[in-house]
C-alpha cells in the first residue's frame, strides 16, 4: 500500500502526539520494526525557484489552433517583482476567472530538470506556467491545474509547504492475513506500537482524521428497502443518501493529494469520497447515481449467464457464485468488486446513494480472479473487512461529500445484518515466554494486546483475550503469541543455534539413493527433474489393459493443468516429453536419468476420523493403508549415440543392451545383483524387452521402446527406455573391504554355441555353476554369428578367471574347471563347444 509519511504524521499528532516527528529513515526501521516490510520510500521530487499561488483575474480564449488556448492574467503579488498581473498562456479548462491556482514563475524547475522561462508561443509571451499536480511530482498523470478553495493562500505566496510537496511516499508490503493494515487507520496503528506513541482510533474518532460528524443526522427510519439473501454469505450491508449536490464541485485539493499520492486518481468528487474512505478506514465503497436506481435492492447471486458492464466498460458474463446488487430495473454493481455503468456518478448526478458492506472473502476473491478482475476494493474484501466499520464509514462519506460539494444528508439510513460473535481466545500469560524463549511479564503481554486492540481480561496467569473485530487472523492462542513477539521486538529473540543431536548421518535409504544417482551420473546420464503429472490420456496411448496396476493413478482434483490432472504411476511420461522437446530443438544425442517417487493409488477415499479423541489401532490402520503408495523409481532414457563420433572414429547408438546396463549400474549401486530374463511389457517393444529380477521378484523393466508408441509420441526410433523400483530392492548394509590376493589369478576363455534363443545370462549361470569354488569371475565379451556355425546358432565367448586362496594355482587345474564349466553348460543349454 503506498501511503504518504505526512498523512502519516499528521493523524498521529491529532491522536494526542503533538510534535512528534522521525525522518523517512526511521519510519521505515519503525515498520520493520513491528514486521512490516517496505518496498522502499521516495520523496516528492524536488520544485526550485519561485513556485507561488496566484489568482486567475482574467481569462481571453485564443481561436484558430488546434486545440483550446488560452491567455490569463494571473495576479501573483510581487512574487514577480512588480506587482503587475502575471499574462501566462495555458490548454486546461477546469479553472474559472477568481479561481486561486498554483504557478511556477520564470526561474523556477519543476521536476525532471524542465526549466520555467519567459517565452513567446500562441503570438503571447508566457510568463510562467500554471502547474498540474503530474507537473509537481505529485502524480503520474492529472487532467487539469491544481486549483484551491479561498483562504488556502495568498497571491505571490510560496505554495510549497500548502501543498505538501516537502513529503515522502512509502510503499508497505502488507502480508496477505493483514487486510486491516490496508489503510491509515490500520497502518497508523502499527507505528503507534513502534514508537511507544498514544493511538486514537479513527473509526471512534473521524475529527482525529479532520472529519466532523456533527452535522451528518442520526438515523431516522429506514432509507431504502434492502432484501440481503443468505445465499450470499455478506454479514452486513448499508446504504445513506446525500442530495442536493453540485456535479461539478470537484474534491478539495488535500482530498485529492491523498489519492494521488496513494497511488489512486481523482474523478468526481463522489468517487473520490468513496476512495478517500476506503484509505482512511479501510472499508471499500461504492457510490450509485441514487437517480438511476429505481425500487428497491437485492443483494443476491446471479442467475448465471447475465451479462453486465462494469465501470471499466467491459462487458462480462457473470457465473451463478457471482454476488451482485440489483434494483428493479437489473444488476447495478459486481458485489466487493466493481460498479456497474448504468448507475456511475455522472457529471448530471445531484444524488448519491453510499454503499458499505461486508462481504464473504472467499466469495469476492473468487469472483475478482474469475472475472480477472482485481481492484482495490477486492483486494481489501478478499483479505478481510473490520464489519464494524460499516455506519461509520457511511457517516464519514456523507459528511465529506457535503463538505465537498454541498447537499444535505438524508435522515433516512438503510442498514441490514449484523456483526459476527467475537470469540474468546484463552490463554495463559506466561505462554509467549515458554514458546519463545525470552522473558515477557504479564504486564508486557496483556500491554501488547491491548495494543493490537484486544479486550484482555486476567485472572491471575490465566488470560481471556477478545480480539478487535479488525482482525479476523487471531484466532487461537499461537496467534495471540505472534502478536506479543511482533511488538516486543522479534530483534530481542537470541539467535541460539540448537544443539544436534548425535546420529550415524544418512539412512540406509538415503545413502542408497545418493549412490544410484551419483552411479549413473558418472555413467554419462544426464539427470532431468520431471513433473509429477502425467496426461491423461498416457496409459491409453501405451495401449496398458484395463486392469493394468498402472492405472491406479491418483487423480488431483484442482489440477493445475486440466489436462494433466493424474500423479504418475510411472517417471517415463513425463521424461519421454522431456527427450521429445530436446529432440524437437535439435538435441538428437541424449541419455538422460531421473530418481523420484512415482504414486499409486490403493483406495478411492481415506476414512474421516473423529479428531475428539485418539484413534484406535484398527482406524490407524485403515488410514495409513488408504493413503496412496509412493516407491522411489529409477528411470533412464536414451535416443541417439551413446558414444559420440569424432576424429577417434564412428560414435555408438543407445541400445537394449545400453538400457539394461543402465539397470545394471543402479543394482551395483545399492549392492544387488540382478536377473535378466527377456518379457513382453508395454510401452517395451515386445522383442525386446527385459524383465529386472531381484531376489526372484521383477523390480523393473529395460530396453528398447515400442516403435508404434515412439511414433505417437514423435520420439526417434529405437528409443530404449529403464525404469527400477528402488522401494523394492532389498537394503544391504554393505562396508566394502578390498579383498587382496597374494596368489596369481589363471585367465582361461571359452566359446560355446548354443541355438539363437537361449539367453547368453542363462549359459554364464551354467558356466558359473559348473566351473567350482576355484572360478572368481565369468564375464561374456563377445557374440558371434556366422552361417558356419549353423542356422539359428550363436556363439558366445567368456573370459574366466580362476584363483586358489590358498596357493598358486596350476594350468591343469584352471583347465579341470574349465572342462567341468563346459560339460555344464552342455547339459543345461545345450552348448557345444565352438573349433
Known amino acids: 500500500m503506498l501511503i504518504s509519511q505526512e498523512w502519516i504524521t499528521r493523524l498521529l499528532r491529532n491522536g494526542g502526539n503533538e510534535g512528534w516527528s522521525v525522518s523517512p529513515e526511521e519510519l521505515d526501521a519503525g515498520f520493520v520494526r513491528v514486521g512490516f516490510e517496505t518496498e522502499g520510500f521516495t520523496a516528492i521530487p524536488e520544485t526550485t525557484g519561485p513556485l507561488v499561488y496566484g489568482r486567475v483575474l482574467e481569462i481571453e480564449e485564443l481561436s484558430g489552433f488546434k486545440k483550446p488556448i488560452r491567455y490569463c492574467q494571473v495576479d501573483v503579488g510581487r512574487a514577480n ?82 501543498l505538501g510537496l516537502a513529503d515522502t511516499v512509502f510503499d508497505v508490503n502488507i502480508t496477505p492475513d493483514r487486510g486491516y493494515a490496508l489503510s491509515a487507520r490500520g497502518i497508523v496503528r502499527e507505528i503507534a506500537s513502534s514508537f511507544g506513541l498514544t493511538y486514537m482510533d479513527i473509526a471512534t474518532r473521524p475529527d482525529v482524521a479532520g472529519v466532523d460528524l456533527t452535522a451528518v443526522p442520526e438515523p431516522q427510519g ?41 497511488g489512486i486518481r481523482s474523478v468526481n468528487a463522489a468517487t473520490d469520497v468513496t476512495n478517500y474512505v476506503m484509505l482512511l478506514l479501510g472499508q471499500p465503497m461504492h457510490a450509485f447515481d441514487a437517480d438511476k436506481i429505481s425500487g428497491s435492492l437485492r443483494v443476491h447471486t446471479a442467475a448465471g449467464g447475465e451479462e453486465f458492464e462494469t465501470l471499466d466498460h467491459v462487458r462480462r458474463t457473470l457465473s451463478a457464485e457471482d454476488v451482485v446488487i ?25 444524488s448519491v446513494y453510499f454503499e458499505a458492506a461486508t462481504w464473504d472473502e472467499l466469495t469476492v476473491a473468487r469472483t475478482a480472479r474469475r472475472h480477472r478482475l482485481s481492484s482495490e476494493a477486492s483486494r481489501r474484501f478478499e483479505r478481510g473487512v473490520d464489519p464494524a466499520v460499516v455506519e461509520v464509514a457511511l457517516d464519514v462519506a456523507c459528511a465529506l461529500l457535503v463538505e465537498c460539494a454541498g447537499g444535505t444528508i438524508a435522515a433516512g439510513r438503510t442498514l441490514v445484518g449484523s456483526e459476527p460473535e467475537r470469540r474468546t481466545i484463552t490463554m495463559r500469560a506466561s505462554r509467549p515466554a515458554e514458546v519463545v524463549g525470552v522473558e515477557y511479564s504479564a504486564e508486557d503481554v496483556v500491554t501488547r494486546l491491548s495494543e493490537v486492540g484486544c479486550e484482555v481480561e486476567r485472572h491471575g496467569d490465566e488470560l481471556r483475550v477478545v480480539p478487535p473485530t479488525w482482525r479476523n487472523d487471531l484466532i487461537m492462542p499461537v496467534d495471540l503469541i505472534e502478536e506479543v513477539v511482533r511488538l516486543e521486538g522479534l530483534d530481542a529473540i537470541p539467535s541460539v543455534l540448537p544443539t544436534p543431536r548425535g546420529g550415524r548421518g544418512l ?21 532431468i ?86 484413534p484406535r489401532e484398527e482406524e490407524l490402520r485403515e488410514l495409513v493403508e488408504s493413503l496412496p503408495q509412493q516407491h522411489l523409481h529409477a528411470a533412464t532414457v ?54 529386472l529380477f531381484a531376489g526372484g521378484t521383477v ?60 539367453p547368453a545370462e542363462s549359459v554364464r549361470r551354467a558356466v558359473e555353476r559348473g566351473a567350482g569354488e576355484l572360478l572368481e569371475s565369468v564375464s561374456l565379451f563377445d557374440v558371434y554369428r556366422a552361417d558356419h556355425l549353423g542356422v539359428g546358432k550363436k556363439s558366445l565367448a567368456f573370459g574366466l578367471v580362476f584363483r586358489a586362496p590358498d ?17 555344464t553348460a552342455q547339459r543345461e543349454c545345450g552348448a557345444e563347444m565352438r573349433a
Not at 509 to 524: C, D, F, M, N
Open 529 to 614: 527433474i520431471p513433473t509429477p503429472f502425467i496426461a491423461n490420456t498416457t496409459f491409453d496411448t501405451w495401449g496398458l489393459d484395463a486392469d493394468d496396476p498402472r492405472r491406479e493413478v491418483v487423480t488431483v482434483r484442482n489440477p493445475l493443468d486440466a489436462d494433466y490432472a493424474m500423479l504418475g504411476s510411472t517417471l517415463l511420461p513425463p521424461m519421454l516429453e522431456a527427450v521429445g522437446r530436446n529432440v524437437a530443438r535439435g538435441k538428437r544425442d541424449l541419455s538422460v536419468y531421473s530418481v523420484a517417487q512415482v504414486t499409486r493409488r490403493r483406495a478411492d477415499s481415506s476414512p474421516l476420523l473423529d479428531v475428539t479423541a485418539r
Open 507 to 527: 539412512s540406509p535409504a538415503q545413502k542408497r539413493r545418493r549412490a544410484v544417482t551419483h552411479a549413473l551420473a558418472y555413467s554419462g546420464y544426464a539427470e
Open 699 to 758: 523390480v523393473g523393466h529395460a530396453g528398447e521402446l515400442h516403435p508404434q508408441i515412439l511414433e505417437s509420441l514423435g520420439l526417434p526410433e529405437r528409443a530404449c527406455a529403464m525404469e527400477i523400483d528402488l522401494s523394492s530392492l532389498p537394503e544391504n548394509t554393505r562396508l566394502p573391504a578390498p579383498s587382496l590376493s597374494a596368489f596369481p589369478a589363471v585367465l582361461q576363455d571359452i566359446a560355446l554355441v548354443v541355438d539363437e534363443q537361449v
Open 222 to 262: 429506514s432509507l431504502i428497502d434492502v432484501s440481503l439473501e443468505p445465499s450470499t454469505k455478506a454479514r452486513c450491508f448499508g446504504v445513506r443518501k446525500v442530495e442536493g449536490i453540485d456535479p461539478h464541485s470537484p474534491a478539495p485539493f488535500w482530498l485529492q493529494r491523498e489519492l494521488m499520492l496513494s
Open 81 to 162: 517583482g512588480t506587482g503587475e498581473p502575471q499574462g501566462i498562456i495555458c490548454g486546461a479548462r477546469n479553472f474559472n476567472v477568481g479561481d486561486l491556482v498554483v504557478v511556477s514563475l520564470p526561474g523556477a524547475v519543476l521536476p525532471g530538470g524542465f526549466a520555467i522561462a519567459a517565452r513567446e508561443t500562441y503570438g503571447h509571451i508566457s510568463n510562467g506556467m500554471m502547474a498540474s499536480a503530474a507537473e509537481l511530482g505529485l502524480s503520474a498523470k492529472s487532467e487539469g491545474i491544481i486549483t484551491l478553495p479561498d483562504g488556502s493562500g495568498t497571491p505571490g505566496e510560496d505554495a510549497r509547504k500548502g
Open 326 to 350: 440489483s434494483d428493479a430495473s437489473g444488476i447495478q454493481s459486481l458485489a466487493g468488486v466493481m460498479g456497474g455503468t448504468t448507475s456511475e456518478i455522472s457529471e448530471e448526478t445531484s
Open 638 to 691: 536414451g535416443v541417439g549415440l551413446h558414444e559420440l563420433g569424432g576424429p577417434w572414429g564412428a560414435g555408438r547408438a543407445y541400445s537394449w543392451a545400453d538400457s539394461i546396463e543402465s539397470a545394471r549400474v543402479v543394482a551395483r549401486a545399492a549392492g544387488v545383483e540382478l536377473d535378466v530374463e527377456a518379457a513382453g511389457y508395454l510401452p517395451w517393444h515386445p522383442g525386446r524387452c527385459a524383465a
Open 807 to 823: 596357493r598358486t594355482l596350476t594350468e591343469d587345474e584352471a583347465s579341470a574347471a574349465r572342462l567341468a564349466a563346459v560339460e
